[in-house]
C-alpha cells in the first residue's frame, strides 16, 4: 500500500515517520504527473513545490495555520494534501476542482489568488487581524522569484519590515542555482542568525551597551558599522535583513529533513522572516525539468513522450499577432515591443530573436511596463504593448494617468479577451472592454478573424496618434469572415451578410458567432443582417442607423459583462430608432470549464442565441 493511499489530510501526513516524507513526495509527483497528462494545468511549478508543501504542512498546524500561496498555480500537491485527492480528475474541468486557490472549496484554502504578487500583502492583513483579535497561530505567504519581480511585493515587504509583525515569507527560488561553498556558509550565517539564543544575547548586549555612557554610543555605532559591511559581504538576505525582515537560507527546497529544521527555527523567530527556498521548476519529469517554461501550463499530455495528446498546428491569435508585428518592425525602426514576463505566451518569442534591443520583458510589472511605454512614446518611439486581458487591469491607472490624458501614441495588444476557459474567474478577460471604452482619447478595436488582426495592428502602429486597444481572443481561428479583408478606417465597421428582419450587431470573435446564429435563423425564414462594428470605440452609429431603418429590431452580441459593454453602448444609441436585445454575459465571476462550456452554459452559444431572437422576434 502507498503512504499516499493513507494520507487524506495534514492530520494524516503527521502519522508517518519524517523517513517516510520523501517516498510519499515521489508518490505525490508521479501523481500530480498522472493527473495532468489527463486534464491539462501547471504542470512543472507544481512538480518543483512537492517538498515544500508536504514540510509546510508537517510543520504547521492547517487549517488554524494559514497558506497564502501566490498565484497559486502550484497549490496541487496543497490540494492533494488537503482532502481533494480524489477529486484531481475534474481539475479546471467545468464544476471540478478549481486550479487555483478556492476559499469556497476547501476550509484549507483561506485566500482566492490567481494573480501574481498579492500574497505578502494579503499575509499582512491576516496577520493585523491575528494580532487585533489576540489570537496565535502562524500566517505563511509563498510567493515565488518572478512573483517578487511586481512593484505589490516589495510594497508589502516594506511594510512587513517596519511592522514587526510576526509573518513567514516563503521565497519559491526555482531560477537560481546554489553554489556549495556559498550555500554552504549562507546556511551557517542564516543558523547563527536564527539561532533563538543569538537573537536574545543580541539584544542583552545592546541594552547593556546602550545603558552605558558616551562611549558606549560610540562604541554600538561603530559595531554596527563593522556588522553591516561584513553583512553587505557575505549575507545573500541583506536587502530582506535592511527592509526589516529576518533572511534565512538558501534552504534546499528538495530537502525534507532540511525543510522540517528550516521550519522549526522560523516558528521560533519573532517578527517578520523570509525563508529563502531553492526548488527545481519541473523537478522529477525530464521533459518538464528541460523545458520548464513548456510545461509551465499544459494540455493533456502523453507521459512517455512529453507531447500534447491533441497537437495543434494551428497558429494562434498571439501567434498571429507576434508574426505581423515583426514584419511592422522590419520597416519600422520606432516600433519596439514591451510584456511583462510573458514573451512566449504573447506570441513575441520571434520578435525577441529578431529583435532583442528592441522588446522589454518588465517581469511581473504591469503598471511599470505601461507607464514605460508612455516614456518610450513621449520620446518618439512606437511602443506595443502585449498584455493578458486579466493583467492589464492591473495596470488601469497607469493607461487613464500615463497614457491617455498625454495622448500618447501606445498600442495595447490586448490578448485573451473574452472567455479563456479552464482558468477561471482570475483570467477571464471580461472587464476589459468596459473600463477601456470609459477613457478619453482611446481607441478600442476587435478583429472578427486573424486578417482583421494584422489590419488592426497596422493601422494601429500607422495611422493612429493616440492611445489604442486591439483586443483579440485566446486560441486559434475557426473560420474567416466575408469583408474582413476590407480596409480599415477609424470608427467604421462593415455589413457583413445582408438581410431584411433584424440587424445583428457584434464584434471580435462573436462576428462569427453572429454569422451561425443568422444560419439557424435563415431555416426559420428569419433573414438576419450582420453587422462587423470592428470598432468598439467609437461605434459606427451611421452604419448601426442605417441597418436598423431597414429591419427595425437590433439584437447585440458582447461576450463581456453587461455594465460598461459595447452592447449598452449601442443600444443608447439606437433606442429612439429600433427596439434592442442585448446578448451579453452575466454580472457575475465565470467560473472554469472550456469556453464551449461556458458560453452554453450562460445562453451565449448559437443556438441559445437564435432561440433568443426568435422570442424576441415574435415569431
Same mark, same amino acid.
Given at each position: ?27 505525490? %509527483? ?97 496577520? %493585523?487581524?491575528?494580532? +487585533? ?5 502562524? $500566517?505563511?505567504?509563498? $510567493? ?17 519590515? %517596519? ?7 516563503? +521565497? ?11 550555500? =554552504?556558509?549562507?546556511?551557517? @550565517? ?42 553587505? !559581504?557575505?549575507?545573500?538576505? !541583506?536587502?530582506?535583513?535592511? +527592509?526589516?525582515?529576518?533572511? !534565512?537560507?538558501?534552504?534546499? =527546497?528538495?530537502?525534507?529533513?532540511? @525543510? ?10 519573532? =517578527? ?30 502523453? /507521459? ?42 504573447? #506570441? ?9 534591443? %528592441? ?69 477571464? #478577460? ?8 470609459? /477613457? ?12 482583421? +488582426?494584422?489590419? !488592426? ?12 486597444? $486591439? ?22 465597421? $462593415? ?89 451579453? @454575459? ?34
Amino acid at each position: 500500500m502507498k503512504f499516499l493511499d493513507k494520507v487524506n489530510s495534514p492530520l494524516e501526513l503527521k502519522q508517518l515517520k519524517t523517513s517516510e516524507l520523501p517516498i510519499l513526495a515521489n508518490e505525490i %509527483r508521479e501523481y500530480i504527473i498522472q493527473s495532468v497528462s489527463k486534464t491539462g494545468g501547471h504542470l512543472a511549478s507544481n512538480l518543483g513545490v512537492v517538498e515544500l508543501t508536504v514540510a509546510m504542512h508537517y510543520s504547521l498546524n492547517t487549517p488554524e495555520d494559514k497558506i497564502i500561496w501566490d498565484v497559486g498555480h502550484q497549490s496541487y500537491v496543497h490540494k492533494i494534501l488537503t482532502g481533494r485527492k480524489n477529486e484531481m480528475s475534474t481539475l479546471r474541468q467545468l464544476k471540478g476542482l478549481s486550479g487555483f486557490p478556492k476559499r469556497a472549496e476547501s476550509i484549507y484554502d483561506c485566500f482566492d489568488t490567481g494573480h501574481s504578487s498579492t500574497s505578502i500583502s494579503a499575509a499582512m492583513g491576516m496577520a %493585523r487581524a491575528r494580532d +487585533l483579535k489576540k489570537e496565535n497561530y502562524e $500566517i505563511v505567504a509563498v $510567493i515565488g522569484d518572478g512573483a517578487l519581480t511586481g512593484g505589490m511585493a516589495f510594497e508589502a515587504l516594506n511594510d512587513a519590515g %517596519r511592522s514587526n509583525t510576526k509573518l513567514i515569507i516563503i +521565497l519559491n527560488d526555482n531560477e537560481m542555482s546554489i553554489s556549495k561553498n556559498v550555500g =554552504g556558509l549562507s546556511k551557517y @550565517l542564516s543558523k547563527v542568525r536564527t539561532d533563538t539564543r543569538y537573537l536574545s544575547t543580541k539584544k542583552d548586549v545592546e541594552k547593556i551597551l546602550n545603558n552605558m555612557p558616551v562611549a558606549g554610543g560610540k562604541v554600538k555605532a561603530f559595531l554596527k558599522r563593522a556588522k553591516d559591511a561584513v553583512k553587505q !559581504m557575505v549575507v545573500p538576505g !541583506m536587502l530582506f535583513e535592511e +527592509l526589516g525582515l529576518t533572511y !534565512m537560507g538558501p534552504v534546499d =527546497g528538495h530537502s525534507i529533513d532540511d @525543510l522540517l529544521v528550516a521550519f522549526k527555527t522560523a516558528k521560533n523567530i519573532e =517578527g517578520p522572516l523570509i525563508m529563502h527556498v531553492v526548488t527545481k521548476k519541473g523537478k522529477g519529469y525530464k521533459f518538464a525539468e528541460q523545458r520548464p517554461n513548456e510545461y509551465h501550463s499544459v494540455s493533456a499530455f502523453d /507521459i512517455e513522450t512529453g507531447k500534447n495528446i491533441k497537437e495543434s498546428t494551428v497558429a494562434s491569435y498571439s501567434d498571429v499577432f507576434g508574426k505581423k508585428l515583426c514584419e511592422i518592425a522590419e520597416n519600422n525602426n520606432n516600433v519596439v515591443a514591451i510584456t511583462a514576463a510573458m514573451t512566449d505566451g504573447t #506570441g513575441l518569442t520571434n520578435f525577441a530573436r529578431k529583435f532583442p534591443k %528592441r522588446i522589454f520583458d518588465a517581469g511581473i510589472a504591469e503598471q511599470h511596463a505601461v507607464t514605460m511605454a508612455a516614456g518610450l512614446a513621449a520620446n518618439g518611439i512606437v511602443p506595443v504593448v502585449a498584455l493578458y486581458s486579466s493583467f492589464l487591469q492591473r495596470a488601469y491607472d497607469q493607461v487613464i494617468h500615463d497614457v491617455a490624458i498625454q495622448n500618447l501614441h501606445v498600442v495595447l495588444a490586448v490578448d485573451r479577451a473574452g472567455l479563456v476557459g479552464n482558468d477561471g474567474e482570475t483570467h477571464q #478577460g471580461v472587464f476589459d472592454e468596459s473600463f477601456l471604452m470609459q /477613457i478619453p482619447n482611446m481607441t478600442v478595436m476587435c478583429p472578427a478573424d486573424y486578417r482583421e +488582426l494584422e489590419s !488592426m495592428l497596422e493601422f494601429a502602429v500607422n495611422e493612429i496618434d493616440g492611445p489604442v486597444a $486591439i483586443r483579440y481572443p485566446r486560441g486559434s481561428l475557426k473560420e474567416y469572415v466575408s469583408g474582413s479583408y476590407k480596409k480599415i478606417e477609424k470608427g467604421k465597421g $462593415i455589413v457583413t451578410e445582408e438581410g431584411s428582419d433584424v440587424t445583428i450587431a457584434a464584434c471580435g470573435k462573436m462576428v462569427v458567432t453572429a454569422l451561425h446564429v443568422r444560419e439557424i435563423l435563415k431555416e426559420q425564414n428569419i433573414d438576419a443582417e450582420v453587422v462587423n462594428l470592428r470598432f468598439i470605440k467609437p461605434l459606427d452609429d451611421n452604419l448601426l442607423l442605417k441597418s436598423v431603418m431597414k429591419t427595425k429590431k437590433a439584437v447585440v452580441i458582447d461576450e463581456a459583462v453587461p455594465w460598461g459593454s459595447f452592447a449598452l453602448s449601442v443600444k443608447a444609441a439606437l433606442q429612439d430608432h429600433a427596439d434592442v436585445l442585448i446578448k451579453t @454575459l452575466p454580472d457575475e465571476f465565470i467560473r472554469h470549464g472550456t469556453v464551449e462550456e461556458l458560453l452554453k452554459e450562460n445562453n451565449m452559444d448559437p443556438e441559445s442565441i437564435a432561440y433568443d431572437v426568435k422570442k424576441f422576434l415574435g415569431r
